[in-house]
């Protein structure tokens, strides 16, 4: 697995708080490094942030699809 994915896999352990300083300052240190990674990661804050304000709305199709897509994207990338 590359670097990108190993972190990657822990990114929600990151944004909850949950991750051991070792681990945090190993991702924080990649996030920094890789602008890939970091793109990522705003873009899924963002998501995550519009997500919490729609609350219980539904959340358009066309919004769900492109969220998707990003996320998809975000992966294929990391896989190369």
Excluded: W
């Excluded at 590359?2 to 924080?28: K, P, W």
Aim: aromatic residues 2%; charged residues 40%.
């Amino acid at each position: 697995m590359s670097e990108c994915g190993r972190h990657f896999e822990r990114i929600s352990e990151y944004l909850d708080g949950e991750l051991d300083q070792e681990t945090l300052v190993e991702i924080e240190r990649h996030l920094s490094e890789c602008p890939r990674c970091g793109n990522c990661l705003e873009s899924l804050k963002r998501t995550i942030a519009l997500c919490r304000r729609l609350e219980d709305e539904e959340i358009p199709l066309d919004v769900q699809r492109r969220i998707k897509e990003k996320v998809l994207e975000c992966l294929a990338e990391e896989s190369h």
